[in-house]
Nanobody
Framework: QVQLVESGGGLVQAGGSLRLSCAASGSIFSINVMGWYRQAPGKQRELIATITNGGTTNYADSVKGRFAISRDNAENTVYLQMNSLKPEDTAVYYC????????WGQGTQVTVSS
């Protein structure tokens, strides 16, 4: 089993920045993909960004050029640097760890005020 603990959400004004962190612990398989998803009220959960253990990244078009995902394999931690935030980025952000299964964090609220 893999446990994920997220941190770094909060309230920020439009144009501001936030950095999310997610630490994984437990039975960590070295070949994996870590990522961030978000879910706004009344909407489906959507992919934001992923990063493989080898460092290959993938981004949703809506965040390209504004968000950056990175990871520290030694610490089993993934980060999401969010810049130029917009009100439409407001959502609950979920960390995901994928090996043979999908593991999810508890979610952290990000609110961007206009």
């Amino acid at each position: 089993q893999v446990q994920l603990v997220e941190s770094g959400g909060g309230l920020v004004q439009a144009g501001g920045s936030l950095r999310l962190s997610c630490a994984a612990s437990g039975s960590i398989f070295s070949i994996n993909v870590m990522g961030w998803y978000r879910q706004a009220p009344g909407k489906q959960r959507e992919l934001i960004a992923t990063i493989t253990n080898g460092g290959t990244t993938n981004y949703a078009d809506s965040v390209k050029g504004r968000f950056a995902i990175s990871r520290d394999n030694a610490e089993n931690t993934v980060y999401l640097q969010m810049n130029s935030l917009k009100p439409e980025d407001t959502a609950v952000y979920y960390c995901n760890f994928r090996d043979f299964y999908d593991h999810w964090g508890q979610g952290t609220q990000v609110t961007v005020s206009s």
